[in-house]
């Protein structure tokens, strides 16, 4: 079987001559550590070298990343997320300023002692009585938008799948539909709701053209979603959740069936408390970031929904902080838990900055273990 042959059988619920493995980011410091060199492959350290010097590493990330893959035999490949930082300024060596500095901007800044890269809140707050001038000017704009998506969606990942041909499948990043999870998004809800619910149709139009737009590229999964839940369960009740997501997931998982492409909802956290919503009731059929650390465990997401696809459920702070014993343990018991069926095997998020990377190689070897008695 083929990398690319193994996905789909995945999805489909098809044999499986191993179990495909999945990682949705590698981040930069432990590839360079696995590959033996300088890498630009993910997490907060890739925007923070993007904003210091742009086109050659552009190219570098790229070739960084699949040679990684190839090196971890993943048969999935995404393009990270990327900001892609443009300073008008650098006001010192960790610190940027991006837009217009008397006007409308944002600092962007490095912390090294916890390897992220992330902007000022503050230079981009904003107010719950802004919702409804919001919501005019999205709608003012959103043909524009979705003219753009339709013309743009999907090209950077059909070119590399062309590129890598069948050895490994290419995932696209799809729409995110969100509420938001600061204070002032959340009082919106309850203050602004019709601002709330014309910005979420704005944003299911564009998601719909861009669904339209990866299929017609001849992608076959895209992944999706939107942060909604810590530990502890959704920051907003099912009660919001059923009134303003729930008929447009729905209404994108239908697309997207319809159009042959399979979608991966994506959020952190604990997700009980929606989950019959959004993969029963909408019908998504992949869940990403499947939060191990938030009970959201293999053997509880596959016993409650046996037909879901489960895009990866490691824990990533065992695979920094734990032992490569201890790592392949954990890898073996979400392995036999998945059936070795409709599973996706790596780290549920970001392999994080400082993870050894004989825990990466522990992660991998349990795959191919486990993957023998599939043959």
Not at 32 to 53: D, K, V
Not at 122 to 127: E, G, I, P
Not at 217 to 229: C, N, P, S, T, Y
Request: glycine content about 10%; some cysteine; aromatic content about 8%.
């Amino acid at each position: 079987m083929t990398g690319y042959e193994r996905c789909l059988a995945a999805i489909q619920g098809g044999a499986l001559d191993r179990v495909p493995a999945y990682t949705p980011t590698i981040a930069s410091d432990v590839a360079g550590r696995i590959l033996g060199r300088t890498a630009y492959t993910g997490g907060p350290a890739l925007n923070y070298a993007g904003a210091a010097a742009w086109q050659a590493f552009y190219d570098q990330h790229i070739e960084d990343i699949i040679e990684l893959h190839r090196v971890l035999a993943q048969d999935i490949i995404r393009l990270p997320w990327f900001v892609n930082i443009r300073p008008t300024a650098r006001i010192n060596p960790t610190t940027f300023l991006c837009g217009d500095p008397n006007g409308d901007h944002q600092i962007w800044r490095w912390y090294e002692e916890v390897g992220n890269f992330i902007p000022d809140r503050k230079s981009a707050a904003s107010r719950v009585e802004d919702w409804p001038e919001m919501a005019r000017r999205n709608a003012k704009s959103v043909e524009k938008a979705i003219a753009f998506t339709s013309e743009n969606a999907g090209l950077r990942e059909a070119r590399l799948q062309e590129r890598l041909g069948d050895s490994m499948m290419v995932i696209a990043g799809g729409p995110v539909l969100s509420l938001g999870t600061d204070e002032v998004s959340l009082i919106a809800t309850v203050d602004e709701p019709g601002a709330v619910e014309d910005l979420l149709e704005c944003s299911l139009a564009i998601g719909l053209a861009q669904v339209k737009a990866i299929a017609s590229r001849g992608i076959k999964a895209v992944l999706g979603g939107g942060d909604m839940a810590d530990k502890n369960g959704p920051l907003y009740s099912p009660e919001m959740f059923r009134r303003f997501m729930l008929p447009r997931w729905k209404k994108l998982a239908d697309c997207c069936r319809e159009l042959g492409l399979h979608y991966v909802f994506r959020s952190d956290g604990n997700l009980w408390q929606v989950a019959d919503m959004l993969f029963r009731e909408a019908g998504i059929p992949g869940f990403g970031e499947v939060d191990f650390d938030a009970t959201m465990t293999t053997a509880q997401v596959r016993a409650r929904y046996p037909d879901l696809v489960i895009w990866a459920n490691l824990s990533g702070d065992l695979l920094r902080r734990g032992t490569a014993e201890a790592v392949y343990r954990h890898s073996m018991e979400q392995l036999e838990a998945s059936g070795g069926r409709k599973y996706f095997h790596g780290c549920s998020n970001t392999i994080l900055p400082g993870t050894p990377p004989e825990n990466v190689h522990a992660m991998m070897q349990a795959r191919e273990d486990f993957s023998c008695r599939l043959r």
